[in-house]
């Protein structure tokens, strides 16, 4: 079992900009392909962003491409999701997830998830 713990949202105003964070804990951290996806009310889940086991590789989503960047520390098993340039449509719960790759990161097909952190993005 892995357990993730994502922390970090709130609310900005547009432009700004937030670091969520995503500790992991159980299983080894390393072995597992990292992402985020987000939840917007009555939207359907999307992806944002993913990140290799060795953190060399990553994927961002059309929508945050040039403004979210995705990182991991190994050493503190932790994943990072740096927004910037917030924008009103960034709004929505962001929930970081564990799976075998990042290629199946990318399509959704993920072992584990959290509970989410939400953030709000102001106009």
């Known amino acids: 079992q892995v357990q993730l713990v994502e922390s970090g949202g709130g609310l900005v105003q547009a432009g700004g900009s937030l670091r969520l964070s995503c500790a992991a804990s159980?299983?080894?951290?390393?072995?597992?392909?990292m992402g985020w996806f987000r939840q917007a009310p009555g939207k359907e889940r999307e992806f944002v962003a993913a990140?290799?086991?060795?953190?060399?590789?990553?994927y961002h989503g059309e929508s945050v491409k040039g403004r979210f960047t995705i990182s991991r520390d190994n050493a503190k098993n932790t994943v990072y999701l740096q927004m910037n340039s917030l924008k009103l449509e960034d709004t929505a719960i962001y929930y970081c997830?564990?799976?075998?790759?990042?290629?199946?990161?990318?399509?959704?097909?993920?072992?584990?998830w959290g509970q989410g952190t939400q953030v709000t993005v102001s106009s």
């Open positions: 997830a564990a799976g075998a790759t990042v290629q199946a990161m990318v399509f959704s097909k993920y072992d584990y």
């Open positions: 159980g299983r080894t951290f390393s072995s597992y392909a």
């Open positions: 990140i290799n086991r060795s953190g060399g590789m990553t």
